[in-house]
């Protein structure tokens, strides 16, 4: 069927909207019809060549949607269901048996070889040439092929246009917490950065009972932010020496908790330094190659590094748990989101980079009017 994608065709190009050929499915998959995707730093890290990936390529890895059509084999699911789409996994291995889906055996081939096991593309252009698949999905596109385990339907009173996002950053940030760090009610955690990931991060530290959550930043308007969605004490590592401020707001023990989110080498030394002994840090964001001393930084502090891929999430528990959260009015990712029409891909994108706008998300349908 011929739909319309944004495409990067080369690298540090802008997005091109052309129409494309998206195969049909097979039994074992899914076509949906994109309402809304967000828009990831992920995305620009490809855009950018820090990973390798055939070009030309559609990325968005934070869609959401209405099925379609399901194959033959698919259960559980239907035409006419909302869902919100995130990371694929084989649901067979050891991993995936044990409730561990992101740590899934084949988890990085399912979600970015691009393309189906047969090396059958899933995307081409009208002249033939093969476009790469991206995240499992490719949602800066119109409609998407995808595999039932990427899906977690939704109530359909819940505006698809915000949802996306809760399949990578927010599921991201909040999983950390709730799966990675698990905060016992009445320790302290520090979020470095305060973007979706952080900010997600922050809010699940309130809401698992963190009686002091720091936000560090450079940006005032996202600190501002930040207060305003639960943190209880902010710092501007620009003006501040955030280790002294920190060991001054814990009595001088450190944080039980840190987490992250910039993947610049010197914050991450700093979620490092600002730790409690025996506390626990999880660095989330690409960070360059750096150096630790595991013995001083460690060892010796009983502390732990605690990795938490994609927050260690069951997307199809942890989705719908965030929704519950946000009806409830403690997990307000509607503050962090800009509406952007699927033309203007690239000022979202721009935007985004700038750290003018937190989380943009792009409306691919703009016929869609949530029901209330």
Not at 12 to 31: G, M
Not at 97 to 121: E, M, Q, V
Not at 310 to 339: C, E, H, T, W
């Amino acid at each position: 069927m011929k739909i319309k994608a944004a495409v990067l065709n080369g690298l540090h190009q802008p997005y091109e909207i052309e129409e494309l050929e998206l195969s049909e499915i097979r039994d074992d998959e899914v076509l949906v019809k994109i309402v809304a995707s967000g828009m990831c730093h992920s995305d620009d890290v490809v855009r950018k060549g820090y990973t390798d990936y055939p070009m030309p390529i559609v990325l968005g890895h934070e869609g959401s949607g209405i099925i379609e059509k399901i194959g033959k084999s698919v259960v559980g699911y239907e035409p006419g269901d909302h869902v919100v789409i995130s990371f694929a996994y084989c649901g067979h291995c050891d991993s995936c048996l044990t409730g561990l889906p992101a740590s899934c055996d084949d988890w990085n081939h399912i979600n970015f070889y691009g393309k189906r096991d047969d090396d059958t593309p899933y995307l081409t252009k009208e002249d033939g040439t093969p476009v790469t698949r991206f995240f499992g999905q490719s949602s800066f596109s119109t409609y998407t092929v995808v595999s039932p385990s990427s899906l977690t339907k939704v109530d359909k009173s819940v505006d698809l246009r915000l949802v996306g996002p809760l399949g990578c950053g927010f599921l991201t940030g909040s999983g950390t917490v709730f799966n990675g760090l698990k905060p016992e009610p009445g320790t302290t955690m520090a979020v470095f950065g305060t973007g979706a990931v952080g900010l997600a991060a922050m809010m699940a530290a309130k809401i698992a009972g963190c009686t002091k959550v720091i936000a560090v930043d450079i940006h005032d308007n996202r600190l501002k932010l930040a207060k305003e969605l639960g943190a209880t004490h902010i710092i501007n590592s620009k003006n501040i020496d955030v280790k002294e401020a920190i060991l001054e707001l814990t009595n001088g023990k450190g944080v039980n908790y840190s987490v992250d989110t910039t993947g610049v080498n010197v914050v991450v030394h700093s979620a490092i330094e600002v730790l409690a002994v025996g506390g626990s840090v999880a660095p989330v964001a690409a960070a360059q190659e750096m150096e630790i001393n595991t013995t001083n930084d460690f060892t010796m502090q009983n502390r732990n590094l605690v990795g938490a891929r994609m927050g260690k999430a069951v997307p199809q528990l942890s989705i719908r748990q965030m929704v519950d959260f946000y009806k409830a009015g403690n997990f307000a990712f509607g503050k962090l989101a800009k509406f952007y029409k699927f033309e203007d891909i690239n000022k979202a994108a721009e935007e985004s980079l700038s750290g003018k706008i937190i989380k943009p998300i792009l409306i691919i349908d703009e016929t869609y009017v949530p029901e209330n």
